[in-house]
């Protein structure tokens, strides 16, 4: 089965900048991302992660290289509406995505410019309140909900358009740990129950561990790709990145350092305990 997103040697540079020397953000990019997956993107603050995430929606068009969404082209501008309608964006901060005064006219905002009956608009804000857990907050005003509840509205309102990728760009940086817990749910309900492939660029290690894969950047380039656990598990070669790595490996490198003889690839605190209750019994 072809990849429902391909990036091909994609080279980004920022040019123009008010007062700042153009800047390389990407180099030579290459990635693939399968049909229902769930990938994670790590990278500190300029590795070029939120503008490979640009790049899938076709808000930002490769300098060099091509982008491929559903087999459509980023750079064919007759494919722009079909690309954003196969590969939603969720932003970091929901209200830059809410545009209504009542929650469920803001989930049907999308549908409504797509012309579709309103019986059609209808089932889809129905169908995505209810994928998101916030069918009884339908009638609220948007403003006075929680962080994490208008991160919900911000998903649901992308999931309106029935895409087959949703890209979220570091969408719980700005929640609380709540907040932050709704939103993860929400997201791994719609991976797997639903079967909608996942780009999360993040900069939580732990929200990074509940994903299939994990694609690490550094100035512009992939430098690992692989299982949580395999890229968890070279703490060294996380900490020299600039990135940490979950609390449970943590507390299992530290165990390590002092001589433990026990495995570091725990990557929930359930898998730590089990490793801890072995070593002991060991």
Same mark, same amino acid.
């Given at each position: 089965m072809e990849p429902i997103v391909q990036v091909q040697q994609v080279s980004f540079e920022y040019t123009h900048r008010e007062n700042q020397p153009d800047l390389l953000a990407l180099d030579g990019v290459s990635l693939e991302i399968q049909t229902g997956s769930f990938v994670a993107v790590l990278g500190h603050n300029g590795s070029g992660k939120s503008t490979l995430a640009k790049h899938i929606n076709a808000i930002l068009l490769p300098t060099q290289g091509k982008v =491929?969404?559903?087999? #459509?082209?980023? *750079?064919?501008?007759? $494919?722009?509406?079909? %690309?954003?309608?196969?590969?939603? &964006?969720?932003?970091?901060?929901? @209200?830059?995505?809410?545009?209504?005064?009542?929650?469920?006219?803001?989930?049907?905002?999308?549908?409504?410019?797509?012309?579709?009956?309103?019986?059609?608009?209808?089932? +889809?804000? /129905?169908? *995505?309140?209810?994928?998101?857990? &916030?069918?009884?907050?339908?009638?609220? *005003?948007?403003?006075?909900?929680?962080?994490?509840?208008?991160? +919900?509205?911000?998903?649901?309102?992308?999931? *309106? &358009? !029935?895409?087959?990728?949703?890209? =979220? @760009?570091?969408?719980? !940086? &700005?929640? /609380?740990?709540?907040?932050?817990?709704?939103?993860? $749910?929400?997201?791994?309900? =719609?991976?797997?129950?639903?079967?909608?492939?996942?780009?999360? %660029?993040?900069?939580? #290690? /732990?929200?990074?561990?509940?994903? /299939?894969?994990?694609?690490? #950047?550094?100035?512009?380039?992939?430098?690992?790709?692989? @299982?949580?656990r395999h890229i968890f598990s070279q703490v060294d070669k996380m900490h020299a990145t600039g990135l940490g790595v979950p609390q449970t490996v943590e507390v299992l490198e530290a165990l390590r350092q002092e001589g433990a003889d026990v495995a570091i690839d725990a990557l929930t605190v359930e898998e730590c305990a089990d490793r801890l209750i072995s070593f002991l019994e060991g």
């Open positions: =491929l969404v559903g087999g #459509m082209d980023t *750079a064919d501008e007759s $494919k722009l509406f079909d %690309i954003r309608e196969t590969a939603g &964006m969720v932003f970091q901060n929901p @209200d830059n995505q809410i545009v209504a005064t009542v929650v469920e006219e803001d989930v049907a905002f999308a549908p409504e410019n797509l012309g579709l009956p309103s019986e059609e608009i209808r089932r +889809r804000v /129905d169908y *995505a309140l209810q994928a998101v857990g &916030m069918e009884e907050f339908k009638r609220n *005003a948007p403003h006075l909900l929680s962080g994490g509840q208008k991160q +919900r509205v911000a998903i649901a309102g992308v999931l *309106a &358009m !029935a895409p087959q990728v949703i890209v =979220l @760009d570091e969408p719980t !940086a &700005m929640l /609380d740990p709540g907040g932050r817990a709704e939103v993860m $749910k929400t997201i791994r309900w =719609l991976n797997r129950e639903k079967g909608i492939t996942i780009l999360l %660029i993040t900069h939580h #290690m /732990d929200e990074a561990a509940q994903a /299939d894969r994990v694609v690490v #950047m550094e100035d512009g380039h992939i430098i690992d790709d692989g @299982d949580p």
